[in-house]
């Protein structure tokens, strides 16, 4: 396989036997979109996929949909998003909504360690304080629960103003999982959507 950045269905394809990752199409046309989403109710998420957008809502490139009303206007809008960006586009994402509580997962090479697995909260957790913990791979379910049990905003995993605690084993068997995966040279999955019953990878890049 080429070496590089892998986005998009590519990466989810890479990665979907070591974790569950959400349903999604690549498209161009507004109709296998709408065919897709009609499974889902039209509640899924579209985002613009293009090797020149790697941030996608920084360009505005990732929409959540209700409704089929809105549908074929957000669709339309990321197209022209496209256009006027003059990206090279691989298409349009279209994926199921994935309720819930927003993990990161990475993978990165360490000089002295070797392969290293990263877990933080998503969001500002990540971003502003850094809360994150790292181990070297490959990891046992005790080493994901510690790797859990080191992160300072752990309670927002738990039950917490009304919303149920996340799926830890779950949660716990991603990491494990994720920290097996071998032959490349980082991995980003952000966010990683956890609720009290299932786990799924939502944005996933992989760089061989
Ligand atoms: P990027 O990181 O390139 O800006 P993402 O695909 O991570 O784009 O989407 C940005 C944000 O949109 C995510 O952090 C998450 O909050 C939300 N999001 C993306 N995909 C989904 C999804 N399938 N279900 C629910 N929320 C999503
Ligand atoms: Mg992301």
Do not use: W
């Not at 957790?125 to 070297?136: G, H, I, N, Q, Y």
């Not at 080493?143 to 996340?166: N, P, S, T």
């Not at 991995?187 to 760089?207: H, Q």
Request: hydrophobic content about 45%; glycine content about 6%; charged content about 30%.
């Amino acid at each position: 396989m080429k070496k590089g950045v892998m986005l998009g269905r590519d990466a989810y394809s890479y990665i979907r036997k070591s974790v569950p990752v959400a349903d999604c199409v690549l498209v161009k046309k507004l109709a296998d979109a709408e065919k897709f989403a009609s499974k889902y109710k039209f509640k899924v998420v579209l985002k613009i996929i293009s090797k020149q957008a790697i941030h996608k809502t920084e360009i505005k490139g990732v929409r959540v949909c209700d409704s089929h009303l809105e549908f074929q206007k957000i669709f339309n809008d990321l197209l022209q998003l496209a256009k006027n960006k003059k990206l090279n586009l691989d298409g349009i994402l279209v994926q199921e909504f994935v309720k819930g509580k927003e993990v990161i997962i990475g993978l990165k090479k360490d000089p002295t360690f070797g392969q290293v697995i990263m877990f933080g909260l998503g969001g500002i957790f990540v971003e502003l304080m850094k809360d994150v913990s790292f181990r070297v791979c490959p990891i046992t379910m005790d080493d994901a629960e510690e790797m859990i049990q080191d992160l300072k905003g752990k309670k927002m995993l738990e039950h917490f103003r009304g919303e149920r605690a996340v799926d830890f084993e779950v949660l716990k068997k991603a990491l494990v999982n994720i920290s097996k995966i071998k032959n490349i040279e980082e991995l980003d999955i952000n966010p990683f959507i956890i609720n009290s019953k299932e786990g799924k990878a939502v944005d996933v890049r992989i760089l061989r």
